[in-house]
């Protein structure tokens, strides 16, 4: 999954409903053919932290050219839709195990190779083999003979002792059937499985990446998407244009696209008001103050929620925060509108749910914690015996998460009386090293973006124990119970409606707080007539007309 | 003068040793683990950990990883970002761009600071020297972000007089701004010393004697007061040519200049010892200059002054 | 002293008859009295100068204000309430309110304590140092002059960021629990260690432009010590550029600090400081300007203040303005 550091640029899927809303697909029209054709555009990015590779690609920065360079089986389409097959002729499956895969024949990689099905068996077995360091690699977990190809070092990474080299280099449950064809054994049934297979970790990789270092790979990428790599100046810009030989479903409009790599959005958002920029998903802080972005760019600007949610985590390792009813207290004392309304100028919503309403089989309104009951807080609290000392809320000081974390303590120490205050902590390596080692002294900030569309994402890694990111040790045997059996449903409609059963147990313990659904604000130049967003929240580079 | 330029420069290899050393030794203590916040809001994989580990090397201790990184150095290899770019690419293309600024930044200062310090040393007390000082020092107190965010709004939106951020080709005339921003808090140093070194001169005996011959009053000023007048001016400029290239972090970012500054900052977060290693080297080469420059120059402006 | 300008800020009308009354009046005394050293002299000069007063009434009032806030300003400084967030200057808040709802003008009173504590400290401790090390430097020569100036190389090629997150990071990492005096300490410790290079360098410049004068030749001849050299004839004349640049630097170490608080490693809330006003009020700065102005206005006072007093002491200790 891909969490940028700065809420301000977290981008995540955009629905359906919410586009129509707000209306996010910009300009009426059609763009002018003509004009398009050969018309180029300049977009806000920001370096790549990795060369691009897209198993080894987590963050938002090289994330986004990613995406635009590849294809993969299926897609997420910008209206927040069920995923529909992109790459992918048909993924038939007849138990949620085993999953036949069907490519669409004559499409082709930048350097003119077909797309076979080998490609992505290559590739997986490549981000799944441990040693090759993918930081995508566990996304394969679910393939039959992951255990083999995937070791860990028995004293952890700082040890001394090294990981002991995988008994194999191929996942057993990968098989290629014949150039258009391929088998995926899952290690047990998983409904969700061909949801994910949109995430960048499954895209397929050309012959040409296994004769080179991924990072020289990585330095002039070959994908198989709408647009190509022309080349990479650090710091300064990405050039890609338009492949012509595409003949998927969303070819390009226009032509050239520059992603002018920026350091400061400031800067951006500068450009963009003078027509230096043509797009910025997330206009700055300052902008978005006193709605100040509404009048800069009038028509230009764009405002759309993302399934993202911004939460505050317990950690339930620390006995203090151990009692269920103290965090209750804690999150009924959190006037979550005014929050909204003051801190974000209304442009994020105020939680009311665990998982975010806009990811399909999620809930909307079920976090009954999530009320402003100020009453009820104190009762809880009293019951809960109180709470002595000093409460301190972490978030990480390189980002902007200030503002509504100092507003979180403030409403703690006046409705509860709990003498709360906020710290920041320096960098966001050391805050998610304390996380990760679980030493934190102190409820702290979190944030969760889906990987892919759908409820289970919002449940298993958070909730459940040993969960990739249940960071707080939250763990309830029923949670885990109805988890466990919702993710190995046989239809999705069943998974859905068992997950909304753990879900209400989880309401009844809250590990964790949400505080509020993010939202987006974007603007283009006068340029543009036409574009819409993807499913997170990027310019969908095929839609912009000129 | 040969023998002592020539023990200045020896005397460079300690401090060349002794400063990287601390500066990587620094970097390495920056408690943090620097793959801990690559994965978003999940741990990385161990694996993802452990192969970075290694390759890096991170695993030996301080001293083994500043010896291999010297050895490599002195072969001109700079090493690679844990982004696994060449950080000898990184250098060569951001230094120029931080040193242009740097520059313009030095002229900008010491035209404003030197004009307003002769100015105001001259006649001290008046209303300009009132007005400068106080303007000078509410550049010092308002941070170099507001001063920039400003400057940018009002020049490059509002008024569209310049392009709010500088190409690629960083032209000089596009510096201006930037450069000014930059400048502006040292400003206010260059003209209260260049003004007060003045005012004590004018007072000087030679001073006394040169207008006494019946000399125009410009070349006493030009030629006499301030060739003595600028050995405190001249020290605080050179040190600080060092100081706004390593300063440059938040002007090159809200001027979308690709500098070194942000290539640091951001390498101090992440630990890259190497990166950080690798920028300051040049950066305290020039310092190290600079300083070598500025005490010839005490001796070439001020003849009491003498090395032997 | 030959501009009797009136349209002056800093120093009043009063400036110049004061001064041509100095000589007259610097008769008289001294025919029952002893011959005052030079602290003496200075005293009396700094007595009649309009520019004193004010300076230092200024900084009484600053110190004041550090000391006893809730003196001028009855609010809590730290009492948020999301309601009045950003609400405008009133009768209820003068300066109106921040992003959190608390009041600006508590903030700014009790601001000063942080700020001020911090930053004078850090200019006492930088001079301090910088000084005495480029004294040294300077008046010695030789292998001193070479090994300390290349210490201070050395420190001069730490980035201030990165000497700064280390030293604060070591010491004053999250959770390390200390306590208000303890961070302050710190912080003042942390920009006394990555600044004294440069008044080392001016210094030792001064130094080297004074020490072959006519008068200390002739003190080293008459076989003063050299301790007496140095702190009788050597600091008085070398001191002008260093006050200078220490009043001056009081502002800019307000600003550092802000840094280090916005980096995280600096002063913590509920802990104020004009700097970290300043910081948290730049996003708003087109909808509220008032977050940045009134925090920098005060601080550009103070540093006016101190750079006044720096300005008057200087000519008051300078033999060569007599």
């Given at each position: 999954m891909r969490v940028s550091k700065r809420a301000t640029s977290a981008i995540a899927l955009s629905a359906a409903a919410a586009l129509v809303a707000t209306g996010c697909s910009s300009g009426d029209g059609d763009g002018d053919a003509a004009a398009s054709k050969d018309g180029a555009i300049t977009v806000h990015g920001v370096q790549p932290e990795n060369p691009l590779v897209p198993s080894n690609t987590t963050e938002t920065g090289g994330g986004k050219v990613v995406d635009w360079l590849w294809t993969g089986l299926v897609e997420y389409p910008n209206d927040g839709g069920a995923p529909r097959n992109a790459l992918a002729e048909s993924i038939d499956t007849k138990d949620s195990k085993v999953f036949t895969i069907k490519i669409k024949k004559g499409t082709k990689f930048h350097d003119g190779t077909e797309v076979k099905s080998k490609n992505f068996v290559d590739a997986w077995n490549w981000a799944a083999y441990s040693p090759n360091g993918a930081q995508n690699g566990s996304f394969f977990a679910d393939i039959q003979g992951f255990d083999q190809t995937y070791t860990s070092d028995p004293d952890g990474p700082d040890g001394p002792q090294k990981a002991p080299a995988p008994k194999a280099d191929k996942l057993s449950g990968l098989k290629v059937v014949d150039e258009q064809t391929f088998e995926v054994t899952l290690a047990a049934p998983t409904a969700v499985f061909p949801t994910k297979?949109?995430?960048?970790?499954f895209m397929p990789l050309p012959d040409v990446f296994f004769t080179q270092k991924p990072e020289e790979f990585g330095k002039k990428p070959i994908g198989n998407g709408p647009v190509k790599f022309v080349s990479w100046e650090d710091n300064v810009v990405i050039k890609l244009t338009r492949f012509d030989d595409y003949n998927l479903r969303d070819k390009m409009k226009i032509k050239d696209v520059d992603v002018k790599l920026y350091q400061d959005e400031t800067a951006a958002y500068a450009d963009l008001l003078a027509n230096n920029l043509d797009f910025m998903e997330v206009v700055p802080t300052s902008a978005l103050a006193g709605d100040k972005w509404k009048a800069d760019l009038g028509d230009r600007g764009l405002s759309t929620v993302t399934p993202s949610t911004a939460l505050i985590s317990f950690p339930i390792y620390d006995k203090r925060f151990q009692n269920p009813k103290l965090r209750r207290a804690i999150s009924l004392a959190i006037n979550r509108q005014d929050i909204s309304d003051k801190i974000f100028f209304g442009t994020r919503k105020p939680a009311d749910s665990w998982a975010n309403p806009l990811t399909p089989g999620a809930k909307p309104g079920n976090c009954t914690a999530c009320k402003f009951d100020v009453a009820t807080a104190k009762t809880l609290l009293a019951e809960a015996g109180g709470f002595t000392g000093e409460m301190v809320f972490y978030y990480n000081a390189d980002s902007s998460h200030k503002g509504w974390m100092d507003a979180v303590a403030q409403q703690v120490k006046t409705n509860l009386g709990i003498n709360a205050r906020a710290e920041g902590v320096p960098t966001f390596a050391v805050f998610r090293q304390a996380v990760n080692a679980h030493t934190m002294k102190g409820p702290y900030r979190a944030a969760w973006q889906q990987d892919y569309p759908d409820v289970e994402n919002w449940v298993n890694p958070l909730y459940v124990t040993g969960g990739s990111s249940n960071d707080g040790l939250y763990s309830n045997p029923e949670v885990d119970a109805l988890a466990k059996q919702a993710s190995s449903a046989p239809s999705l409609e069943a998974s859905h409606e068992a997950f909304s059963k753990a879900v209400e147990k989880v309401d009844q313990d809250v590990p964790s707080i949400p505080i509020y659904f993010y939202g987006q604000q974007s603007g283009h130049s006068e340029k543009i007539k036409k574009l819409e967003l993807n499913n997170v929240g990027e310019v969908d580079i095929t839609s912009v007309e000129l | 003068m040969g023998r002592y330029l020539l023990r200045r420069l020896l005397q460079l290899v300690p401090v060349f040793i002794g400063t990287t050393f601390l500066i990587y030794w620094l970097v390495w203590a920056v408690p943090g683990d620097p793959f801990a916040g690559k994965c978003g809001e999940r741990r990385c994989p161990d694996q993802y950990i452990a192969f970075m580990t290694e390759k890096y090397h991170l695993d030996q201790n301080v001293f083994v990883q500043y010896g291999n990184y010297m050895k490599n150095l002195l072969q001109g290899d700079f090493g690679q970002t844990f982004s696994q770019r060449d950080i000898g690419d990184i250098i060569a293309t951001a230094y120029p761009n931080t040193l242009k600024l740097a520059l313009v930044a030095l002229v900008i200062e010491a035209v404003i600071g030197l004009g307003a310090g002769v100015l105001t040393g001259l006649r001290r007390n008046g209303f300009l020297d009132n007005l400068v000082l106080i303007s000078t020092l509410f550049l010092i107190a308002l941070p170099v972000f507001v001063v920039g965010f400003v400057l940018q709004w009002l020049l490059g939106v509002q008024w569209q007089i310049i392009k709010p951020t500088v190409s690629s080709e960083m032209r000089w005339s596009e510096l201006i701004v930037p450069g000014f921003v930059l400048g502006s808090a040292s400003v206010a140093y260059i003209a209260r010393v260049a003004r007060t070194s003045i005012a004590e001169n004018r007072r000087a005996d030679y001073v006394r004697t040169a207008i006494a011959k019946g000399l125009p009053m410009r070349r006493v000023v030009g030629v006499h007061l301030l060739r003595n007048s600028l050995i405190p001016v001249v020290t605080l400029l050179g040190t600080d040519l060092g100081a706004l290239m390593g300063g440059a972090i938040v002007t090159e970012g809200i001027f979308g200049i690709n500098g070194i500054g942000r290539a640091v900052y951001r390498a101090i977060v992440t630990k890259e010892s190497a990166t950080v290693v690798g920028i300051v080297v040049v950066l305290v080469l020039v310092y190290l200059v600079m300083n070598l420059v500025v005490d010839l120059l005490y001796a070439a402006l001020d003849p009491r002054i003498r090395y032997e | 002293m030959s501009d009797p300008s009136t349209a002056s800020v800093v120093s009043t009308p009063g400036a110049s008859p004061t001064e041509s009354a100095a000589p007259a009046a610097a008769g008289q005394p001294q025919t029952n009295e002893k011959p005052r050293g030079l602290l003496g002299d200075a005293w009396r000069d700094l007595r009649r100068k309009p520019l004193f007063w004010i300076s230092t009434t200024l900084i009484v009032i600053f110190l004041l204000m550090a000391a006893f806030p809730q003196l001028f300003a009855q609010g809590d400084p730290s009492a948020g309430a999301l309601e009045r967030s950003l609400n405008k200057p009133g009768a209820d808040g003068w300066f109106g309110y921040d992003l959190q709802g608390q009041d600006v003008y508590a903030r700014v009173i009790y601001g000063a304590r942080a700020s001020i504590v911090v930053a004078v400290l850090s200019v006492i401790g930088t001079l301090l140092l910088g000084g005495t090390m480029g004294i040294i430097a300077g008046y010695r020569g030789g292998w001193v002059d070479a090994l300390l100036s290349r210490i201070a190389d050395v420190f001069f090629g730490l980035p201030f960021v990165l000497g700064a997150i280390v030293i604060l990071t070591t010491f004053n990492g999250s959770g390390s629990g200390n306590s208000k005096a303890e961070i302050m300490g710190l912080v003042v410790v942390s920009l006394t260690v990555l600044s004294w290079p440069v008044v080392m360098r001016l210094m030792r410049s001064s130094v080297l432009a004074t020490k072959e004068a006519d008068y200390i030749v002739a003190a080293r001849a008459l076989g003063a010590g050299t301790g007496r050299i140095i702190l009788k004839h050597l600091l008085p004349n070398c001191l002008a550029p260093l006050l200078v640049y220490g009043t001056i630097m009081v502002g800019s170490f307000i600003g550092a600090e802000a840094t280090l608080s916005f980096l995280g490693v600096g002063l913590k809330s509920p802990v104020v400081s004009w700097g970290i006003m300043i910081s948290d009020g730049k996003d708003f700065i087109r909808v509220a300007p008032g977050l940045v102005f009134f925090p920098a206005a005060f601080l550009v006072t103070a540093v006016l203040s101190f750079v006044m007093l720096g300005e008057a002491v200087r000519e008051a200790l300078d033999p060569k303005l007599r």
């Amino acid at each position: 999954m891909r969490v940028s550091k700065r809420a301000t640029s977290a981008i995540a899927l955009s629905a359906a409903a919410a586009l129509v809303a707000t209306g996010c697909s910009s300009g009426d029209g059609d763009g002018d053919a003509a004009a398009s054709k050969d018309g180029a555009i300049t977009v806000h990015g920001v370096q790549p932290e990795n060369p691009l590779v897209p198993s080894n690609t987590t963050e938002t920065g090289g994330g986004k050219v990613v995406d635009w360079l590849w294809t993969g089986l299926v897609e997420y389409p910008n209206d927040g839709g069920a995923p529909r097959n992109a790459l992918a002729e048909s993924i038939d499956t007849k138990d949620s195990k085993v999953f036949t895969i069907k490519i669409k024949k004559g499409t082709k990689f930048h350097d003119g190779t077909e797309v076979k099905s080998k490609n992505f068996v290559d590739a997986w077995n490549w981000a799944a083999y441990s040693p090759n360091g993918a930081q995508n690699g566990s996304f394969f977990a679910d393939i039959q003979g992951f255990d083999q190809t995937y070791t860990s070092d028995p004293d952890g990474p700082d040890g001394p002792q090294k990981a002991p080299a995988p008994k194999a280099d191929k996942l057993s449950g990968l098989k290629v059937v014949d150039e258009q064809t391929f088998e995926v054994t899952l290690a047990a049934p998983t409904a969700v499985f061909p949801t994910k297979l949109g995430y960048s970790a499954f895209m397929p990789l050309p012959d040409v990446f296994f004769t080179q270092k991924p990072e020289e790979f990585g330095k002039k990428p070959i994908g198989n998407g709408p647009v190509k790599f022309v080349s990479w100046e650090d710091n300064v810009v990405i050039k890609l244009t338009r492949f012509d030989d595409y003949n998927l479903r969303d070819k390009m409009k226009i032509k050239d696209v520059d992603v002018k790599l920026y350091q400061d959005e400031t800067a951006a958002y500068a450009d963009l008001l003078a027509n230096n920029l043509d797009f910025m998903e997330v206009v700055p802080t300052s902008a978005l103050a006193g709605d100040k972005w509404k009048a800069d760019l009038g028509d230009r600007g764009l405002s759309t929620v993302t399934p993202s949610t911004a939460l505050i985590s317990f950690p339930i390792y620390d006995k203090r925060f151990q009692n269920p009813k103290l965090r209750r207290a804690i999150s009924l004392a959190i006037n979550r509108q005014d929050i909204s309304d003051k801190i974000f100028f209304g442009t994020r919503k105020p939680a009311d749910s665990w998982a975010n309403p806009l990811t399909p089989g999620a809930k909307p309104g079920n976090c009954t914690a999530c009320k402003f009951d100020v009453a009820t807080a104190k009762t809880l609290l009293a019951e809960a015996g109180g709470f002595t000392g000093e409460m301190v809320f972490y978030y990480n000081a390189d980002s902007s998460h200030k503002g509504w974390m100092d507003a979180v303590a403030q409403q703690v120490k006046t409705n509860l009386g709990i003498n709360a205050r906020a710290e920041g902590v320096p960098t966001f390596a050391v805050f998610r090293q304390a996380v990760n080692a679980h030493t934190m002294k102190g409820p702290y900030r979190a944030a969760w973006q889906q990987d892919y569309p759908d409820v289970e994402n919002w449940v298993n890694p958070l909730y459940v124990t040993g969960g990739s990111s249940n960071d707080g040790l939250y763990s309830n045997p029923e949670v885990d119970a109805l988890a466990k059996q919702a993710s190995s449903a046989p239809s999705l409609e069943a998974s859905h409606e068992a997950f909304s059963k753990a879900v209400e147990k989880v309401d009844q313990d809250v590990p964790s707080i949400p505080i509020y659904f993010y939202g987006q604000q974007s603007g283009h130049s006068e340029k543009i007539k036409k574009l819409e967003l993807n499913n997170v929240g990027e310019v969908d580079i095929t839609s912009v007309e000129l | 003068m040969g023998r002592y330029l020539l023990r200045r420069l020896l005397q460079l290899v300690p401090v060349f040793i002794g400063t990287t050393f601390l500066i990587y030794w620094l970097v390495w203590a920056v408690p943090g683990d620097p793959f801990a916040g690559k994965c978003g809001e999940r741990r990385c994989p161990d694996q993802y950990i452990a192969f970075m580990t290694e390759k890096y090397h991170l695993d030996q201790n301080v001293f083994v990883q500043y010896g291999n990184y010297m050895k490599n150095l002195l072969q001109g290899d700079f090493g690679q970002t844990f982004s696994q770019r060449d950080i000898g690419d990184i250098i060569a293309t951001a230094y120029p761009n931080t040193l242009k600024l740097a520059l313009v930044a030095l002229v900008i200062e010491a035209v404003i600071g030197l004009g307003a310090g002769v100015l105001t040393g001259l006649r001290r007390n008046g209303f300009l020297d009132n007005l400068v000082l106080i303007s000078t020092l509410f550049l010092i107190a308002l941070p170099v972000f507001v001063v920039g965010f400003v400057l940018q709004w009002l020049l490059g939106v509002q008024w569209q007089i310049i392009k709010p951020t500088v190409s690629s080709e960083m032209r000089w005339s596009e510096l201006i701004v930037p450069g000014f921003v930059l400048g502006s808090a040292s400003v206010a140093y260059i003209a209260r010393v260049a003004r007060t070194s003045i005012a004590e001169n004018r007072r000087a005996d030679y001073v006394r004697t040169a207008i006494a011959k019946g000399l125009p009053m410009r070349r006493v000023v030009g030629v006499h007061l301030l060739r003595n007048s600028l050995i405190p001016v001249v020290t605080l400029l050179g040190t600080d040519l060092g100081a706004l290239m390593g300063g440059a972090i938040v002007t090159e970012g809200i001027f979308g200049i690709n500098g070194i500054g942000r290539a640091v900052y951001r390498a101090i977060v992440t630990k890259e010892s190497a990166t950080v290693v690798g920028i300051v080297v040049v950066l305290v080469l020039v310092y190290l200059v600079m300083n070598l420059v500025v005490d010839l120059l005490y001796a070439a402006l001020d003849p009491r002054i003498r090395y032997e | 002293m030959s501009d009797p300008s009136t349209a002056s800020v800093v120093s009043t009308p009063g400036a110049s008859p004061t001064e041509s009354a100095a000589p007259a009046a610097a008769g008289q005394p001294q025919t029952n009295e002893k011959p005052r050293g030079l602290l003496g002299d200075a005293w009396r000069d700094l007595r009649r100068k309009p520019l004193f007063w004010i300076s230092t009434t200024l900084i009484v009032i600053f110190l004041l204000m550090a000391a006893f806030p809730q003196l001028f300003a009855q609010g809590d400084p730290s009492a948020g309430a999301l309601e009045r967030s950003l609400n405008k200057p009133g009768a209820d808040g003068w300066f109106g309110y921040d992003l959190q709802g608390q009041d600006v003008y508590a903030r700014v009173i009790y601001g000063a304590r942080a700020s001020i504590v911090v930053a004078v400290l850090s200019v006492i401790g930088t001079l301090l140092l910088g000084g005495t090390m480029g004294i040294i430097a300077g008046y010695r020569g030789g292998w001193v002059d070479a090994l300390l100036s290349r210490i201070a190389d050395v420190f001069f090629g730490l980035p201030f960021v990165l000497g700064a997150i280390v030293i604060l990071t070591t010491f004053n990492g999250s959770g390390s629990g200390n306590s208000k005096a303890e961070i302050m300490g710190l912080v003042v410790v942390s920009l006394t260690v990555l600044s004294w290079p440069v008044v080392m360098r001016l210094m030792r410049s001064s130094v080297l432009a004074t020490k072959e004068a006519d008068y200390i030749v002739a003190a080293r001849a008459l076989g003063a010590g050299t301790g007496r050299i140095i702190l009788k004839h050597l600091l008085p004349n070398c001191l002008a550029p260093l006050l200078v640049y220490g009043t001056i630097m009081v502002g800019s170490f307000i600003g550092a600090e802000a840094t280090l608080s916005f980096l995280g490693v600096g002063l913590k809330s509920p802990v104020v400081s004009w700097g970290i006003m300043i910081s948290d009020g730049k996003d708003f700065i087109r909808v509220a300007p008032g977050l940045v102005f009134f925090p920098a206005a005060f601080l550009v006072t103070a540093v006016l203040s101190f750079v006044m007093l720096g300005e008057a002491v200087r000519e008051a200790l300078d033999p060569k303005l007599r």
